[in-house]
């Protein structure tokens, strides 16, 4: 299964939050750092100052309960694709 990882804050998801072809965002939120897809996301330094902010916020989930108990930060920012980190 193929996975595709938050632009912001490098979340897993199994379908692409940006369309089959990256193209057509879904502009759905994300769960862990509320980035709506192809919006704030839309190019690198737009998602490098949504992370910013983010982080400089305290890097809250956005719905506080999906948030796993062993939530490990600097592991999903790791998975960020490398064009956006
Ligand atoms: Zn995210």
């Known amino acids: ?38 919006v704030d996301d839309y190019s690198v330094l737009s998602t490098q100052a949504y992370r910013r902010t983010w982080l400089s916020k305290g ?6 309960k999906l948030q796993p108990t062993d939530w490990d930060l600097a592991a999903q920012l790791a998975q960020v694709p490398a064009q956006y980190q």
């Open 1 to 38: 299964m193929a996975f595709w990882y938050c632009r912001v804050c490098g979340l897993d998801y199994d379908y692409s939050p940006w369309g089959p072809n990256e193209d057509e965002p879904s502009y759905d939120t994300c769960e862990c750092c509320g980035v709506q897809f192809g």
């Open 59 to 64: 890097a809250k989930w956005f719905y506080p």
